[in-house]
T-cell receptor, first 112, second 114 residues
Framework: DGGITQSPKYLFRKEGQNVTLSCEQN?????MYWYRQDPGQGLRLIYY???????QKGDIAEGYSVSREKKESFPLTVTSAQKNPTAFYLC???????????FGSGTRLTVV | AQSVTQLGSHVSVSEGALVLLRCNYS??????LFWYVQYPNQGLQLLLK??????LVKGINGFEAEFKKSETSFHLTKPSAHMSDAAEYFC????????????FGTGTKLQVIP
């Protein structure tokens, strides 16, 4: 079955470390997105990509970086510059906006 | 810029009662509108969408929503709540077109009381 796979499901980061969250899709979707979810704040857009080797900053890109070397993959790195990284991170993809998004099952990142 | 407001962060209904989750949008152009559902520790799943066709949209699991331009609303309803409907629901809006940024509301948690 086609879908989006996020890994790991749970991730623990020490202060000052960079960590990378994986997002892979086999839906042949052009566009991919990373959102951050905090309780009571809904989803906030971190980065998005509409085509391989191109991506744009979302509303809260500071402290994060991404790459899009393959159509299927859109990894997110949470850098040490992100001062409050504890959150639930969701990856999504779409053919076009009108069709809606397909979401992965998320990665819960905790700073220890 | 577009935005959505979901009225009520928590809603409780009895099993078998009407479910009504409210969403109002703000957009400078005719928008696309979406409702998603999220179960605990999972991703979001698309329930239904409005993309300028019929104003009454039917989705999965018996949910439907009506686009009302005059009221800038896109409320989600279901005639009879089921225990399995307990989840968090998100309204979302975007500009029309191929690839657009989607803005999500802050969510409404639905509790179903047996």
């Amino acid at each position: 079955d086609g879908g989006i796979t996020q890994s790991p499901k749970y991730l623990f980061r020490k202060e000052g470390q960079n960590v990378t969250l994986s997002c892979e899709q086999n839906l042949n979707h052009d566009a991919m997105y990373w959102y951050r979810q905090d309780p009571g704040q809904g989803l906030r857009l971190i980065y998005y990509s509409q085509i391989v080797n191109d991506f744009q900053k979302g509303d809260i890109a500071e402290g994060y970086s991404v790459s899009r070397e393959k159509k299927e993959s859109f990894p997110l790195t949470v850098t040490s510059a992100q001062k409050n990284p504890t959150a639930f991170y969701l990856c999504a993809s779409s053919i076009r906006t009108a069709y809606g998004y397909t979401f992965g099952s998320g990665t819960r990142l905790t700073v220890v | 810029a577009q935005s959505v407001t979901q009225l009520g962060s928590h809603v409780s209904v009895s099993e078998g009662a009407l479910v009504l989750l409210r969403c109002n949008y703000s957009s400078s152009v005719p928008p696309y509108l979406f409702w998603y559902v999220q179960y605990p520790n999972q991703g979001l799943q698309l329930l239904l969408k409005y993309t300028s066709a019929a104003t009454l949209v039917k989705g999965i699991n018996g949910f439907e929503a009506e686009f009302k331009k005059s009221e800038t609303s896109f409320h989600l309803t279901k005639p009879s709540a089921h225990m399995s409907d307990a989840a968090e629901y998100f309204c979302a809006v975007s500009d029309p077109g191929g690839y657009q940024k989607v803005t999500f509301g802050t969510g409404t948690k639905l509790q179903v009381i047996p």
